[in-house]
């Protein structure tokens, strides 16, 4: 079965960064689209970023631009968030996603179990 290990996450100060990995396994990695989507405790998971199968489309979300950076190692099955520059609302539980759909918005067929991200201010 398909398989999602997240690691990563923490506790950090504003403006610090840190880095996420997603190990995938259980399908066809490299013929995927791989996403990150975060969620706060009352309000619905938001897309975060999502990256084609070769790496070489990347689409972030609106609150994240010019400070996350989506990135993926088809050889190791692994795909990895860079966050930089952090902010307090950026806190969450941070999930990975595989096989990502787009229909009006992004639709994912199989999730991490999700890592806890808190930035301090």
């Known amino acids: 079965q398909v398989q999602l290990v997240e690691s990563g996450g923490g506790l950090v100060q504003a403006g610090d960064s840190l880095r996420l990995s997603c190990a995938a396994s259980?399908?066809?990695?490299?013929?995927?689209?791989m996403g990150w989507f975060r969620q706060t405790p009352g309000k619905e998971r938001e897309f975060v970023a999502a990256i084609g199968w070769s790496g070489s489309r990347t689409y972030n979300g609106d609150s994240v631009k010019g400070r996350f950076t989506i990135s993926r190692d088809n050889a190791r099955n692994t795909v990895y968030l860079q966050m930089n520059s952090l902010k307090p609302e950026d806190t969450g539980v941070y999930y990975c996603a595989a096989d990502l759909r787009w229909d009006n918005r992004y639709h994912a067929n199989y999730w991490g179990q999700g890592t806890q991200v808190t930035v301090s201010s």
């Open positions: 259980g399908l066809t990695f490299s013929r995927v689209e």
